[in-house]
């Protein structure tokens, strides 16, 4: 007996401007575009200058960021002379552009590629990608797979950072170091928080954290791991939060501190 066969109904493709979003989707890209040339325009401004990165001659113990650890002063490689932010900068930076949300935001907001889920991109670029595209399987953004690396370095800066943060609750007075609280502490403060939050949400600390584990109930270790994991995971969850908070904490803390070295402004001494 012959069967017919059913063919399935045949469903038109939806035009491609049809899938374009009507909400505000562009907002987001734009904003990180913003923010992240401002920064890193300043960032490239400051560790060219070499200068005004500390407030020990004026009293607090401020260190800029950008120039932590203190390196010898006047270092020169081959002859040239050279701002040590230039050799300090390469480890927290290697590790934000590696890190996955700033790869989505970077891709979005410096390549249109993709603009933003359900959002097609500009034709001639769709065109001329398809032809030659490698994701990350090609150098160069295969470097980003180093990622985890980077973060062992990251977290080497975070400890420097606290203890730059400790120092910064004292201020050197009539040859005396002792405590005391001015705006550039708080400042301080709050910058290694955002950034300690930001580092330890990171996906290869959660997996780090969390990850080789076939069963989460089956021993006391295991279940603390598990313990462990959920907190990062609280953390992780917010992790493009914490990055765009302590990208601009990091430069607001260096722009006080240039401030302050400079001489434009005072600490306000609150203690
Ligand atoms: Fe963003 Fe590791 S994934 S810092």
Known sequence: MATQTQRAPVTETPALSALQRKDAWWVGPLTFFIVF???????????????????????????????????KRGLKIAGFAISPALIILPFPLSF??????????????????????????PKPLERSRYKRYMGERAFPFIVQNFHRFAFY????????????????????????THFGIGLGSLIFLANILLLSCYTFSCHSWRHLIGGNVDCYSCSLANRTKHGLWQKVSFLNERHGLWAMMSLVSVALTDVYVWLVAS???TDLRLF
């Open 37 to 71: 040339t401002a920064f890193a325009i300043w960032a490239t401004f400051r560790a060219f200058q070499n200068d005004y990165y500390n407030t020990y001659d004026l009293g607090p113990l401020y260190l800029s960021p950008f120039y932590s650890p203190t390196l």
């Open 96 to 121: 934000r552009l590696s890190c996955y949300y700033y790869r989505k935001a970077i891709y979005r907001a410096y390549f249109a590629d993709p603009l933003a889920c359900a959002v097609t991109e």
């Open 153 to 176: 370095a990251a977290v080497v800066f975070i400890i420097i950072l606290w203890k730059d943060t400790i120092e910064a609750f004292f201020i050197r007075e009539n040859g005396a």
């Open 263 to 265: 001489r434009y402004i």
